[in-house]
C-alpha cells in the first residue's frame, strides 16, 4: 500500500535544484517523486516502509527544506506571516538596499568627473555590504552546488561577484589601485597589465542587483501559485441556518453533517451539496457549470454548494459535506493540474551546465599556463580573474528581466497581464486553442433578441411583457424587461410568478401570461401556426422563446439567448491566423454550442461538458500530441486552466479562473487572446536574442581574457555595452501594437 503526500519545497534556484531533489528522493525503496521548480512542489507516492519524515530528511541532506503544507484554510491563522510571504518580503529588503548602495558605486565607476580624491576606498564601503551580504543567496546556492558536486548559474554569478570583489581588494590593499588620485580613465585598449591598477566594483555590485531583482521578479509571480485554490475555496458559504427542531440555528458552514436540513434564502447562497426538501426557486449555477440560464429546482432536485439562489426559501438536505463536496473536488482538480504541469527549464540553466564548468576550467587552466610560462603570479592571476569576471553573467542577468518588464508593461497597457516568464515559451508551442463559450465568446448576459408578434403590433408585445418580467428576478426576466425602451409602463396587478414556468398578472385591465409555451397552453392560449414557427426556429439555434398571450391567444414570440461578444468572429479569424486551431468547450446544451460557434466561426464543438470533463477533454488533446491553450471566465474553467499547457483567463470573470490561468485579459474581449499570444511569442523572441547576445559576449571576450590582454576598461566598456545593447533591444516591446 502506497501513501500519497505532496511536500512544500525551499531553496530551490533553478529547474537543475528540482531535478537533483526528484533523483534524491527516487533512490528511495519504493518512492516515486516528481518535483516542480515552477510550484515549489513535490508529488511523492511512498510506501509503509518509508515515512513523511524520511522524505523530508532526504530533502534536507540534499541541501533544501521540505515541509508538508498546511491546509489552505489554515493558512494565515492566528495572523501568522505564510513563510513564502516572509522570504519575498526579506527577498525584497535585500534588492532595495543593494540598489541604493550600488547605484553610487557604478556611477563613480563608469563616469570620471565623479572619481574625487579616494573614490575607490569610498567604493569599496559601499560595495562590501552588496557583494557579502546582497549576493548571499547566491554564494549559499553555490556551496549547496558544491557539495554534491554540481554546478549553476548561482555558481559562476557567486565566483563572478567573489572574484570582482576579491580582485579589487587585493588590488586596493596590495597594488597601486589603491593610491590616492587612481582614476579610471576611459581607455579602449588592449594590452597585458598585472590589473593590480584597477578595481572592479561595479562588476560585482551590479551583477548581484541586476539578479536580485530578476530572483524578486520571479518569487512574487510564482507565490501566487497557491491562490487559486484559496479563492475557489473562499466561493463557498461562511455560515449557514441549520433547523434544529424546526428552529432556524445560524452555524459555521463546516458543522454542516450529511442528512442535516438547512435554510436557503433567497441571494444566498447554497452551503453544500443537497437535495431540495420543500420550496421551489431558480439557481443560479453558472459560476460552476458556465450554463447562463439559472436552473429551476423544487422538492427531489440537487443542487450544489457555492451556487446561488435567485428565487425563493429553500429546505435542502445535506448530502456530501466538507472535502466531499464538487466544490472540494474542483480545487482538487486545479491542485492536480497545477502541480502536474511540466516543468519549464529556464534557457540560461540549461546552458549554465555547460557554460559554468567550462567558464571554472578555462580559468584554472590560465592560471596554470601563465604561471608555467614564467610570467610574474599577479599578471597570471590577473588573467584568471579576468576570466571570471568577464564570464560574470551582468547583461544574461538584464536579459529576461528587462524583456519581461517592457513586455508585461506593454501588456497591462493593452490589457493584457502575463503571470511570468515561464509562461512564454508555452505561448511558442501552443496549435490548439479552447475556447469556453458562456463569457467567454458570448457575453455571459441574456439579452432581447427577435420579437414575433400575431394579433398585436411588437411594440405591444414589449410593453406587456416587460411590465409584467419586471417584477420577476429570473434573469430571463430581467432580459425581456430590459429590452422595451420605452417610457414608463404600464399598471401591474394581480401579479402571479409561476416557479419554472413564468409569470401571470393583469396589465391595463386584461389579463397576461408570460413564459414557457406549456404555460400558455395550461392556461388556454394556443399558439398560432406562427408564433409556433418561431418558437421552433429559436430552441433549434439554442435559443429561449418567452411566450406572450392575453384575450385567450397567444400574442407574441420574444426570444432569449446569450450573444456572442461583437469581436468574437475576428478574434477566432486572429486565432486561426495565428497557426491555432478553434475548440469551443461549453457546460452549455448542444444546439446553442453549434448556433453560437457557427455564427463565429469555430467547427470543433464540445458541448454539455462538467468542469470535470473539461480537463479530460484539455488532457486528450494533450494525449494526441497538441498544445493547448484554454481561454475561460468561470469556476468551472479553473481546472481546466490549470491544465493547459497555456491558460488564459477573462480578467471580467472569477478570481478563480484568473489565478489558475498564466495570462489574464483585462477587458474580457477575446481580440485580446490573439493579443496576449502575439505579445508573449514577441517578448520571448527578444529574451532570446538577449541570451544569445549576452553569452556571445561573454564567448567572445573570453579568449582575450584568457590572453591577459583584456584591459579592465574594455571589459567594462564592453560588459556596459552589451548590457545596453539587452535593454535597448528590450525597449522595442513598448512599439508593440
Known amino acids: 500500500m502506497t501513501t500519497d503526500v505532496e511536500l512544500a519545497i525551499t531553496g530551490m534556484t533553478c529547474a537543475s535544484c528540482a531535478n537533483r531533489i526528484e533523483r534524491k528522493l527516487n533512490k528511495l525503496d519504493g518512492v516515486v517523486a516528481s518535483v516542480n521548480y515552477a510550484t515549489e512542489k513535490a508529488r ?102 558544491a557539495r554534491h558536486g554540481t554546478t549553476t548559474m548561482d555558481t559562476l554569478v557567486s565566483l563572478g561577484v567573489l572574484a570582482a570583489f576579491g580582485w579589487s581588494v587585493v588590488a586596493l590593499f596590495w597594488g597601486s589601485a589603491g593610491d590616492a588620485g587612481m ?141 466531499d463536496t464538487r466544490l472540494a473536488q474542483m480545487a482538487r482538480l486545479v491542485e492536480e493540474a497545477q502541480s502536474g504541469k511540466a516543468e519549464v527549464q529556464r534557457l540560461a540553466d540549461r546552458v549554465s551546465g555547460v557554460f559554468v ?30 576570466v571570471l569576471i568577464v564570464a560574470c553573467p551582468c547583461a544574461l542577468g538584464l536579459a529576461t528581466p528587462t524583456a519581461l518588464l517592457v513586455g508585461t508593461g506593454r501588456g497591462a497597457q493593452l490589457g493584457i497581464l502575463i503571470r511570468g516568464p515561464e509562461i512564454l515559451e508555452s505561448t511558442r508551442r501552443v496549435d490548439t486553442v479552447v475556447l469556453d463559450k458562456t463569457g467567454t465568446v458570448t457575453t455571459g448576459v441574456m439579452t432581447l433578441g427577435e420579437v414575433v408578434a400575431d394579433g398585436a403590433t411588437e411594440d405591444d408585445v414589449r410593453r406587456v411583457a416587460a411590465a409584467l418580467e419586471s417584477r420577476s428576478e429570473h434573469p430571463i426576466a430581467r432580459a425581456v424587461a430590459e429590452g422595451h425602451e420605452g417610457p414608463g409602463g404600464p399598471v401591474v396587478e394581480a401579479f402571479a410568478n409561476e416557479p419554472g414556468l413564468g409569470v ?9 401570461v408570460v413564459g414557457r409555451p406549456a404555460l400558455l397552453a395550461e392556461r388556454g392560449l394556443p399558439l398560432g401556426d406562427r408564433l409556433a414557427a418561431a418558437v421552433d426556429a429559436a430552441q433549434a439555434r439554442g435559443a429561449t422563446p418567452v411566450v406572450v398571450g392575453w384575450d385567450g391567444a397567444a400574442r407574441g414570440v420574444l426570444v432569449v439567448s446569450d450573444r456572442p461578444r461583437a469581436t468574437s468572429a475576428e478574434a477566432v479569424a486572429r486565432l486561426r491566423g495565428l497557426g491555432l486551431r478553434p475548440v469551443l468547450l461549453t457546460g452549455d446544451h448542444e444546439r446553442a454550442a453549434r448556433a453560437v460557434a457557427a455564427e463565429v466561426g469555430i467547427d470543433d464543438v464540445v458541448a454539455e461538458v462538467l468542469p470535470a470533463d473539461k480537463v479530460a477533454v484539455v488532457r486528450r488533446l494533450q494525449d494526441e500530441g497538441r498544445v493547448v491553450a484554454m481561454v475561460g471566465d468561470g469556476v468551472n474553467d479553473a481546472a481546466a486552466l490549470a491544465q493547459a499547457d497555456l491558460g488564459i483567463a477573462m480578467g471580467t470573470g472569477t478570481d478563480v479562473a484568473i489565478e489558475a490561468s498564466d495570462l489574464t485579459l483585462v477587458r474580457g474581449d477575446l481580440l485580446l487572446a490573439a493579443d496576449a499570444v502575439r505579445l508573449a511569442r514577441r517578448t520571448l523572441a527578444v529574451i532570446k536574442g538577449n541570451l544569445f547576445w549576452a553569452f556571445g559576449y561573454n564567448v567572445a571576450a573570453l579568449p582575450l581574457a584568457a590572453a591577459g590582454l583584456l584591459n579592465p576598461m574594455l571589459a567594462g566598456a564592453a560588459m556596459a555595452l552589451s548590457s545596453v545593447f539587452v535593454v535597448t533591444n528590450s525597449l522595442r516591446l513598448r512599439r508593440f501594437r
Open 44 to 145: 511523492v507516492s511512498f510506501p509503509e516502509t518509508v515515512t513523511a519524515d524520511d522524505l523530508v530528511a532526504t530533502v534536507a541532506a540534499a541541501g533544501y527544506g521540505a515541509a508538508l503544507p498546511a491546509a489552505p484554510a489554515e493558512s494565515g491563522e492566528d495572523g501568522a506571516e505564510d513563510p513564502a510571504d516572509a522570504e519575498t518580503r526579506a527577498l525584497r529588503q535585500r534588492l532595495v538596499v543593494s540598489a541604493l548602495l550600488t547605484v553610487p558605486v557604478v556611477a563613480m565607476a563608469m563616469v570620471p568627473a565623479l572619481q574625487v580624491e579616494h573614490w575607490q576606498w569610498l567604493s569599496l564601503t559601499l560595495a562590501a555590504p552588496v557583494a557579502v551580504w546582497g549576493a548571499w543567496p547566491f554564494h549559499r546556492a553555490a556551496l549547496t552546488n
Open 183 to 323: 582614476t579610471h580613465p576611459f581607455r579602449l585598449t588592449v594590452e597585458r597589465t598585472d590589473g593590480l591598477g584597477n578595481i572592479y566594483l561595479e562588476a560585482a555590485t551590479g551583477v548581484t542587483t541586476f539578479l536580485l531583482a530578476g530572483r524578486w521578479f520571479e518569487k512574487r509571480s510564482k507565490r501566487r501559485a497557491g491562490d487559486a485554490l484559496r479563492s475557489l475555496l473562499s466561493l463557498g458559504a461562511k455560515d449557514v441556518a441549520v433547523l434544529r427542531d424546526g428552529v432556524e440555528v445560524r452555524v459555521p458552514a463546516d458543522d454542516l453533517a450529511v442528512g442535516d436540513l438547512f435554510v436557503v434564502r433567497p441571494g444566498e447562497k447554497v452551503a453544500t451539496d443537497g437535495v431540495v426538501e420543500t420550496g421551489t426557486s431558480a439557481v443560479d449555477a453558472s459560476m460552476l457549470t458556465g450554463e447562463p440560464v439559472p436552473v429551476e429546482v423544487g422538492p427531489g432536485d440537487a443542487v450544489t454548494g457555492a451556487t446561488v439562489n435567485a428565487g425563493g426559501r429553500l429546505v435542502v438536505r445535506a448530502t456530501r459535506v466538507g472535502a
Open 357 to 386: 564548468p567550462i567558464v571554472v576550467a578555462l580559468a584554472v587552466g590560465t592560471l596554470g599556463f601563465w604561471l608555467g610560462a614564467g610570467v610574474p603570479a599577479s599578471a597570471a592571476f590577473a588573467a584568471a580573474v579576468s
Open 504 to 512: 401571470s398578472g393583469t396589465v391595463d385591465g386584461r389579463a397576461v
